[in-house]
């Protein structure tokens, strides 16, 4: 029953983090790592799977092994979370939820351009 679990959150991390892709609020990363941890702990046939894949694989292995983002993925991804924060700071109408959007996009960018880099091989 616990690997059964694991799964499914694995599946339900991975869609959303597939959802993620074309929703740029949404990010994409943080579900594809839980969703990694969850298939680890509940399908090795899966964990492999996703491991092996040829978008996700390497990011995740450079992660796990490194804690490292190369910088491709880290340009790209503080473009997103630019681009998704001013989109949604012009949507909102109180002045303290567009300072609280641009406080977490600020935070997330440093966080993500902190990370050591390595060179997509």
């Known amino acids: 029953m616990r690997k059964f679990f ?3 959150c694995g599946h339900l991390l991975l869609a959303t983090g597939a959802i993620g892709i074309f929703l740029p609020v ?3 990363t943080p579900f594809v790592l839980l969703a990694c941890g969850c298939y680890a702990r509940g399908s090795e ?3 492999a799977m ?3 894949g040829k978008w996700f694989g390497p990011l995740i292995k450079d992660w796990h092994e490194h804690k490292a983002i190369p910088v491709r993925a880290k340009a790209l991804a ?3 979370v630019a681009a998704s924060i001013t989109w949604a700071i012009f949507l909102a109408s109180v002045v303290v939820v567009k300072i609280g ?3 977490v996009g600020t935070a997330v960018s440093v966080y993500i ?3 050591p880099s390595r ?3």
């Open 6 to 8: 694991f799964v499914c």
């Open 78 to 80: 503080v473009i997103m």
């Open 26 to 28: 949404l990010p994409t």
């Open 101 to 103: 959007l641009a406080a």
């Open 113 to 115: 351009l902190t990370r």
């Open 50 to 52: 996703l491991l092996g």
């Open 45 to 47: 046939r899966f964990h």
């Open 119 to 121: 060179r997509k091989t």
